[in-house]
């Protein structure tokens, strides 16, 4: 049982220019707490993408990469006093797409490339495992997790899931054939509102299902759609052929008893006007061109917005140019145009799957504004950015978030064949200047004046036994925040200097310090809040 003595209670000291309302937290978390969420800095601003920079030295190098799931998770995935249910169930969505490695659905490519060549298009099992294991570590059971993806069942096991899954106990299924073929538990239909496709789809269950928690992680490639980011990656979790979102009208035909009345017109509706409003490369003509990306838009953007995910995730330990399969800009041993792997080294997040996905593009080497998946999700009132430079973007580390320009990070060129224009190579970058001043952005979010305040308020993170602060600057200026102990010492000085507007993020380490009374005070120009608390073990 927690006793009052595993508390830190802060209470407001008298005065302070600005005070808080009195909080209680966990100073060390001595048992399964019921609940967990999102990293409070992390689910309070919706609007940031946070970036974490890896060290993993090779692709195959499994240990490692596992690690950095573990860490993600310890780090993001945190106890609480109220949140999400332990009881949740986790569907888990990884980008597991065709390796086109499978002997007997692809014998010729299969001939031509070795299982280890394709290794790099797919979601890392070992990312994936690190965050489970991290996840059962707040008290949850394998057997909460559901992996799922509706393609290629055959590479389930040549990718590592098939052991992963038995390794912790957690739930993968082959859930490859036709909707009206499946046991209908194993499907969850879902009716659709303000969309442009569907009137309902089935999802391959618990996906969309009550008292679930879904993860969303996608694989930094590139991909005849951009980038097949977190957007696209959750058009696996539809049941066949609900998810063939490429083939346009083709496809549309299969599940047309589904579809929203005169469904072709509205498609052709979209798309002219679109034309006619200048979105990028939708000029191009044929089957793969404009007209078919429209449909693929809608078709996703209904799936996105029907999909709530607790957290969108880009898994960029290593990235793949190209087509996203086997095919790419590059001559090698196998061919002459072979997609190739890099050891990226980010992992990128956030709980906006669009925010997500323009930093994402951004750090590939490409502009979001020649990507019309993203003007279309800021038509339908989904988005509200365009310009990648307009997104508050963090560096993650060590369970803290430091606001960062967005150029700080180095950019890791994917090439794509997304809507080829004549005299055009196949496989380029999207990086074309765009015009961002034509497009009418929602405005960024920022503290209207100066603001701090603790934010575990229920229980802070056991990976690194720290209390988070977060303070509001409405312009650039100074700030100060420091912890003083009883005797007038400051003991952590954890914020000094000059910081540009928006928010930020401290972290106080608790566990190096006695018990006792201690203060903590912010400064910033005229503004000054002070807090007197005890630190009781």
Same mark, same amino acid.
């Given at each position: 049982?927690? $006793?009052?003595?595993?508390?830190?209670?802060?209470?407001?000291?008298?005065?302070?220019?600005?005070?808080?309302?009195?909080? *209680?937290?966990?100073?060390?978390?001595?048992?399964? *707490?019921?609940?967990?969420?999102?990293?409070?800095?992390?689910?309070?601003?919706?609007?940031?993408?946070?970036?974490?920079? $890896?060290?993993?030295? =090779?692709?195959?190098?499994?240990? #490692?990469? =596992?690690?950095?799931?573990?860490?993600?998770?310890?780090?993001?995935?945190?106890?609480?006093?109220?949140?999400?249910?332990?009881?949740?169930?986790?569907?888990? =969505?990884?980008?597991?797409?065709?390796?086109?490695? +499978?002997?007997?659905?692809?014998?010729?490519?299969?001939?031509?490339?070795?299982?280890?060549?394709?290794?790099?298009?797919?979601?890392?099992?070992?990312?994936?495992?690190?965050?489970?294991?991290?996840?059962?570590?707040?008290?949850? +059971?394998?057997?909460?997790?559901?992996?799922?993806?509706?393609?290629?069942?055959?590479?389930?096991?040549?990718?590592?899931?098939?052991?992963?899954?038995?390794?912790?106990?957690?739930?993968?299924?082959?859930?490859?054939?036709?909707?009206?073929?499946?046991?209908?538990?194993?499907?969850?239909?879902?009716?659709?509102?303000?969309?442009?496709?569907?009137?309902?789809?089935?999802? @391959?269950?618990?996906?969309?299902?009550?008292? *679930?928690?879904?993860?969303?992680?996608?694989?930094?490639?590139?991909?005849?759609?951009?980038?097949?980011?977190?957007?696209?990656?959750?058009?696996?979790?539809? +049941?066949?052929?609900?998810?063939?979102?490429?083939? #346009?009208?083709?496809?549309?035909?299969?599940?047309?008893?589904? *579809?929203?009345?005169?469904?072709?017109?509205? !498609?052709? #509706?979209?798309?002219?006007?679109?034309?006619?409003?200048?979105?990028?490369?939708?000029?191009?003509?044929?089957?793969? &061109?404009?007209?078919?990306?429209?449909?693929?838009? +809608?078709?996703?953007?209904?799936?996105?917005?029907?999909?709530?995910?607790?957290?969108?995730?880009?898994?960029?330990?290593?990235?793949?140019?190209?087509?996203?399969?086997?095919?790419?800009?590059?001559?090698?041993?196998?061919?002459?145009?072979? !997609?190739?792997?890099?050891?990226?080294?980010?992992?990128?997040?956030?709980?906006?799957?669009?925010?997500?996905?323009?930093?994402? @593009?951004?750090?590939? &080497?490409?502009? #979001?504004?020649?990507?019309? @998946?993203?003007?279309?999700?800021?038509?339908?009132? @989904?988005?509200?950015?365009?310009?990648?430079?307009?997104?508050?973007?963090?560096?993650?580390?060590?369970?803290t978030a430091t606001l960062k320009k967005l150029e700080d990070f180095e950019r890791k060129p994917l090439k794509t064949y997304y809507l080829q224009l004549e005299n055009e190579t196949k496989y380029r970058l999207l990086d074309e200047p765009f015009d961002y001043s034509k497009v009418a952005e929602g405005p960024r979010v920022l503290p209207k004046i100066e603001t701090v305040r603790m934010l575990d308020e229920s229980i802070p993170n056991p990976a690194n036994n720290a209390v988070s602060f977060e303070y509001g600057l409405p312009g650039s200026g100074n700030a100060r925040l420091e912890i003083v102990n009883s005797s007038g010492r400051t003991v952590d000085l954890l914020v000094e200097g000059r910081h540009e507007k928006g928010y930020h993020m401290a972290a106080w380490n608790i566990g190096k310090h006695n018990a006792g009374d201690y203060v903590v005070k912010f400064r910033s120009g005229g503004f000054t809040r002070v807090e007197k608390f005890a630190l009781l073990k």
């Amino acid at each position: 049982m927690l $006793t009052r003595r595993s508390f830190i209670k802060m209470t407001a000291a008298a005065g302070g220019v600005a005070m808080v309302n009195p909080v *209680t937290v966990l100073a060390k978390r001595k048992q399964p *707490t019921g609940f967990f969420n999102v990293h409070p800095f992390i689910e309070q601003h919706p609007e940031a993408v946070f970036i974490i920079k $890896t060290n993993v030295d =090779k692709k195959t190098n499994g240990e #490692a990469i =596992k690690q950095v799931g573990l860490d993600f998770s310890k780090s993001v995935i945190v106890p609480a006093k109220e949140g999400i249910p332990l009881s949740r169930m986790i569907p888990i =969505k990884p980008n597991l797409t065709n390796s086109f490695t +499978s002997k007997k659905h692809y014998p010729k490519q299969a001939a031509q490339f070795p299982l280890e060549y394709g290794m790099g298009i797919v979601t890392d099992v070992n990312f994936v495992e690190g965050i489970i294991e991290g996840m059962k570590g707040l008290g949850m +059971s394998g057997k909460q997790f559901y992996v799922r993806e509706v393609t290629t069942p055959w590479d389930f096991g040549p990718r590592g899931y098939v052991d992963m899954c038995w390794r912790q106990d957690a739930n993968i299924k082959s859930l490859f054939d036709n909707y009206n073929e499946l046991d209908k538990n194993d499907l969850n239909w879902v009716d659709f509102k303000n969309s442009e496709i569907y009137k309902k789809a089935p999802y @391959l269950w618990p996906v969309n299902a009550k008292d *679930t928690w879904l993860l969303n992680i996608s694989k930094f490639k590139a991909h005849g759609m951009g980038l097949t980011l977190c957007c696209k990656n959750l058009q696996g979790t539809m +049941s066949t052929p609900f998810q063939h979102y490429c083939g #346009a009208d083709r496809t549309l035909k299969e599940i047309e008893r589904y *579809t929203i009345k005169n469904v072709y017109a509205r !498609a052709k #509706a979209n798309y002219e006007r679109h034309l006619a409003a200048g979105i990028p490369r939708w000029q191009k003509q044929g089957d793969d &061109g404009g007209y078919r990306m429209d449909t693929w838009c +809608s078709r996703t953007l209904d799936n996105v917005s029907h999909t709530p995910a607790g957290l969108h995730i880009i898994e960029g330990v290593y990235g793949r140019d190209g087509d996203g399969f086997l095919s790419g800009p590059n001559k090698g041993t196998y061919s002459e145009n072979e !997609a190739w792997d890099y050891m990226t080294n980010y992992v990128v997040f956030g709980k906006d799957p669009y925010r997500v996905d323009i930093i994402g @593009l951004w750090l590939g &080497g490409h502009e #979001a504004g020649n990507v019309g @998946l993203y003007h279309i999700a800021m038509e339908r009132k @989904l988005s509200n950015v365009l310009d990648p430079r307009k997104v508050p973007v963090y560096l993650w580390e060590n369970g803290t978030a430091t606001l960062k320009k967005l150029e700080d990070f180095e950019r890791k060129p994917l090439k794509t064949y997304y809507l080829q224009l004549e005299n055009e190579t196949k496989y380029r970058l999207l990086d074309e200047p765009f015009d961002y001043s034509k497009v009418a952005e929602g405005p960024r979010v920022l503290p209207k004046i100066e603001t701090v305040r603790m934010l575990d308020e229920s229980i802070p993170n056991p990976a690194n036994n720290a209390v988070s602060f977060e303070y509001g600057l409405p312009g650039s200026g100074n700030a100060r925040l420091e912890i003083v102990n009883s005797s007038g010492r400051t003991v952590d000085l954890l914020v000094e200097g000059r910081h540009e507007k928006g928010y930020h993020m401290a972290a106080w380490n608790i566990g190096k310090h006695n018990a006792g009374d201690y203060v903590v005070k912010f400064r910033s120009g005229g503004f000054t809040r002070v807090e007197k608390f005890a630190l009781l073990k």
